[in-house]
């Protein structure tokens, strides 16, 4: 099993398998569904991204752990552990099983309910590493945006956008803005905004122009 105890990236965790102490926020869960067990001191669980709650942490077995030695399933939970979910930076210490790691578990298996989570246009928006420096902390869909207009009166602003899908080249998104800008540039929160890559000479970033 691999040692590292360092924290890992949103981009390292999401769809991966990963062993994690039973601490205050996993008991908790637990506990309240009467599903601690006492031969138990870990659980076995899956990153996923939900696209408004961000990148959580579904419990899917608990098992002994050991040094040197993969862990052993004390239960599986039905359903993949459905219901049992809390959110990634709630879930406490964990270290990330290797896909042989999870294969030797017999982790591997299809997940259908994962079909759910990941429609096609939000995986391709997923896969794209250029945008990860925008990404918000958890919530792995929404990006750090300019928001401007052509007016010289309006002073662009920092927003924040939810991704929703991209255009067939890849040059342009769509998505809902999470905010309410401070000065009225003609488009409100839960709106839709088309975010475009930008460049100065600062470097790239993403941009959004009110009323295009």
Same mark, same amino acid.
């Given at each position: 099993m691999n040692d590292e105890t360092t924290p890992y990236s949103d981009r390292e965790i999401i769809y991966r398998w990963a062993i994690a102490e039973l601490g205050p926020a996993i008991s908790s869960l637990l506990s309240a569904k009467g599903l601690m067990r006492p031969d138990a001191d870990g659980c076995i669980g899956f990153f996923y991204i939900d696209h408004e709650e961000g990148i959580t942490f579904r419990i899917h077995s608990l098992c002994r752990t050991g040094a040197g030695r993969l862990p052993e399933i004390v239960v599986e939970f039905e359903n993949h552990g459905e219901g049992l979910i809390l959110p990634s930076d709630e879930v406490g210490a964990y270290t990330l099983l290797s896909n042989d790691e999870a294969n030797r578990l017999s982790l591997l298996e299809e997940q259908r309910w994962l079909i759910y989570y990941e429609p096609e246009l939000l995986r391709t928006i997923r896969n794209r590493t250029d945008l990860d420096r925008f990404r918000a902390p958890v919530y792995f869909d929404d990006v750090s945006v300019i928001l401007y207009s052509n007016s010289q009166e309006l002073i662009p602003e920092g927003v924040w956008v939810r991704l929703? +899908?991209?255009s067939d080249?890849?040059? +342009?998104?769509?998505?809902? /803005? /999470?905010?309410?800008?401070?000065?009225?540039f003609g488009v409100h929160e839960g709106e839709i905004v088309t975010v475009t890559f930008a460049e100065d000479e600062e470097g790239r970033f993403l941009v959004a122009e009110a009323g295009a």
């Open positions: 929703e +899908s991209q080249d890849g040059a +342009s998104f769509r998505g809902t /803005l /999470l905010n309410e800008p401070y000065s009225d």
